[in-house]
């Protein structure tokens, strides 16, 4: 009889637990909005989220300026069309379940037409109450990277770029990735301040990865960078990453060389013509070792003559340099 109960009990236990919610992907109507979630149109962009929504708010006014950042960047060849789409989960778990890949902080899905992401421990530089983005650092490089740790508004300026840039630019090839994730994670960094939007500041997150391979020798030839497709880059991402951030970062930052405007030039010809050959071909035309072995030189120096904002960020990046370099 006591078995009976208890089996009971658990039936009635396990009946009363919410169901999974079934989230529908890309954008919704109202009747496809599930309980706990919310949906509204914030200028050109649909947000579905069961976050806290005065977060998402703060998501949605920097997603509108970074927006008019990609236009200034890459005038649209297409009708920009329905909203651009974003989904923000509360937590980390639940943007897991959805699908998302284990060691992504947010992606975009050009399948589903969405971008998704969860909310981190920051937003606009600002601790929040929200999941953890992994485990307590131990190594001096981790403990510098978790001085950068995920920023919401930087996970979503860098996937926006993706969100606007290939859905404008249309392309069934596989995308170069020193732009498309370079432009990312240049963009990562903007803020507003005093009701202006700020771009172009030091991604600091990569900054120590990319001194620390220029002082080794280790750094990849920006010949052979500028042709390499997504499976070229994501083999050796975490060097990658920096790299492409900071050949960008030069290549609009510096005096010189942003004058030569080589990523827009780039750009424009991989756009129409879908080829990443053809893109190197067009912007680096003519080009000899003499001609890379100038830019390389006058990349490093502008690399290493790089600070970190944070003094304290500054002196962990020394440490993490005299260790790998023993």
Same mark, same amino acid.
């Given at each position: @009889? ?7 009990? $658990? ?20 009747? !496809?909005?599930?309980?706990?979630? !919310?949906?509204?149109?914030? &200028?050109?962009?649909? /947000? ?12 949605? %006014?920097? @997603? ?5 950042? *990609?236009? +200034? ?7 920009? &069309? ?12 639940? /943007?897991?379940?959805? &699908? ?10 050009? !399948?589903?037409?969405? @971008? ?23 190594? $001096? ?6 001085? =950068? ?6 996970? =979503? ?17 596989? =995308? ?6 370079? #432009?990312?994670? *240049? ?12 771009? &172009? +500041? ?7 990865? #990319?001194?620390?391979?220029?002082? %080794? ?7 052979? $960078? ?23 970062? =030069? ?9 030569? +405007?080589?990523?827009?030039?780039? @750009?424009?010809? /991989?756009?129409? !013509? ?13 080009? +000899? ?18 600070? *970190? ?18």
């Amino acid at each position: @009889m006591r078995r009976i109960c208890f089996l009971l009990l $658990l039936l009635l236990s396990l009946a009363a637990q919410e169901a999974p919610v079934k989230l529908t992907k890309g954008d919704w109507r109202e009747d !496809q909005v599930p309980p706990g979630w !919310q949906r509204k149109v914030i &200028g050109r962009y649909e /947000f579905q989220s069961n976050a806290p929504w005065e977060h998402v708010e703060t998501v949605a %006014r920097h @997603m509108n300026s970074m927006l008019g950042a *990609y236009k +200034k960047f890459f005038t649209p060849v297409k009708q920009e &069309g329905k909203a651009y789409v974003v989904k923000i989960f509360k937590d980390r778990d639940g /943007f897991l379940k959805y &699908g998302a890949p284990p060691g992504a902080g947010g992606y975009y899905s050009k !399948q589903d037409g969405e @971008m998704v992401g969860y909310m981190t421990a920051k937003i606009g530089g600002v601790a929040v109450a929200a999941a953890t983005t992994g485990d307590k650092p131990k190594s $001096l490089r981790e403990r510098l990277a978790a001085k =950068f740790s995920m920023d919401l508004l930087g996970v =979503f300026a860098h996937e926006g770029w993706h969100q606007y840039f290939h859905k404008h630019c249309g392309s069934g090839v596989p =995308f170069p990735s020193w732009c498309d994730e370079g #432009i990312g994670e *240049y963009f990562y960094g903007s803020r507003t301040e005093n009701s202006k939007l700020i771009t &172009g +500041k030091v991604n600091e997150y990569r900054l120590g990865t #990319i001194k620390s391979a220029i002082r %080794r020798g280790k750094t990849i030839p920006i010949k052979d $960078l500028v042709g390499w497709d997504q499976s070229q880059y994501y083999a050796v991402a975490g060097l990658a990453y920096a790299e492409g951030w900071s050949l960008v970062h =030069f290549l609009l930052q510096h005096p010189v060389w942003s004058r030569k +405007k080589l990523i827009q030039t780039y @750009m424009t010809a /991989f756009v129409e !013509q879908h080829s990443i050959a053809e893109a190197v071909e067009t912007a680096f035309k003519g080009w +000899k070792d003499k001609d890379w072995d100038a830019l390389e030189k006058d990349w490093k120096a502008f690399t290493l003559s790089l600070k *970190y904002e944070d003094t304290e960020a500054e002196a962990l990046a020394a440490e993490v340099e005299m260790e790998e370099g023993k």
